[in-house]
């Protein structure tokens, strides 16, 4: 995944939750100021990072009932994990 692609994945994440930079930063504990070089490409994205704000968009999506909270790509593959978990 091209440095590109992965500030458009966590932007995506962020904008789907409804999360501000400031609060997106707070879940992955983090300062604003290094969350904002990640999004505006300053900084390399560590993959922990994106993995880790994924799992956190699927966390908020199941607690509040809302599968628009995670980004189209993911919500493919939950849909594709929970026909697994039903065979």
């Known amino acids: 995944m091209s440095d590109q692609d992965k500030m458009q994945e966590l932007i995506a994440i962020r ?5 501000t930079q400031s609060r ?7 300062n604003l ?3 904002q070089a ?4 300053e900084t390399e994205i560590p993959d922990i990072y994106l993995r880790a ?3 956190i968009a699927m966390l908020h999506a ?6 628009m909270m995670v980004p189209p790509a993911m919500r493919a593959e939950a849909l ?3 026909r697994l978990v039903e065979m």
């Open 53 to 55: 704000l994924e799992r």
């Open 15 to 19: 904008t789907a939750l409804g999360f």
């Open 33 to 35: 100021r290094d969350y």
């Open 24 to 30: 997106m930063a707070h879940e992955i504990d983090m």
């Open 38 to 41: 990640f999004e505006w490409g």
């Open 62 to 67: 199941v607690r509040h009932r809302n599968p």
């Open 80 to 82: 594709q994990f929970a």
